[in-house]
């Protein structure tokens, strides 16, 4: 199935994580099945490189653990964080998995906020050293 079918049928669960999620409720904006390499994350939010999966019953199956582990492994090599969340729990207590995305949603933030920091020191040393003024070149 294409990303834009599985849009328009989502699971209860992913239905009901959406409805906590969607127009940057959590402060980032998320996007609904959204092709990620060769795979079709459940929710990513793009300014973050997070991916978020459900799993429904059939994820708890050696095989179907096997293959989430190669898709996960997918996923970082694209510079994704991964978080998967078991459909039962979303439909037991939606609110929690909220806060727990929360929580890595700032983790994320800060972790690049720090990357930003060490890039702008890094150039401006590289700057200084190539005898360059802030991002003018001096004639």
């Known amino acids: 199935m294409r990303a834009r079918g599985l849009r328009s049928a ?3 669960s992913e239905g009901l994580l959406w409805s906590k999620i969607c127009g940057k409720r959590l402060g980032v904006a998320f996007r609904r099945q959204v092709p990620v390499g060769r795979y079709i994350a459940d929710f990513v939010a793009p300014s973050l490189r997070l991916a978020v999966e ?3 019953g059939y994820h708890e199956t050696k095989q ?3 293959l989430d582990e190669r898709r996960d492994r997918e996923f970082r090599r694209l510079g994704y964080a991964v978080m998967r969340f078991p459909a039962r729990e979303i439909m037991q207590d939606v609110d929690s998995v909220a806060w727990m995305l929360e929580n890595a949603i700032e983790a994320l933030e800060e972790q690049l906020d720090m990357r930003a ?5 890094y150039e401006d ?3 200084d ?3 360059r003024s802030g991002s003018l070149w001096e004639a």
Request: charged share 50%; aromatic share 0%; hydrophobic share 30%.
């Open 129 to 131: 050293r190539l005898g």
């Open 125 to 127: 040393a590289a700057d």
């Open 54 to 56: 459900v799993d429904g």
């Open 117 to 121: 920091e060490r890039r702008a020191l």
């Open 10 to 12: 989502p699971t209860e």
């Open 64 to 66: 179907r653990r096997r």
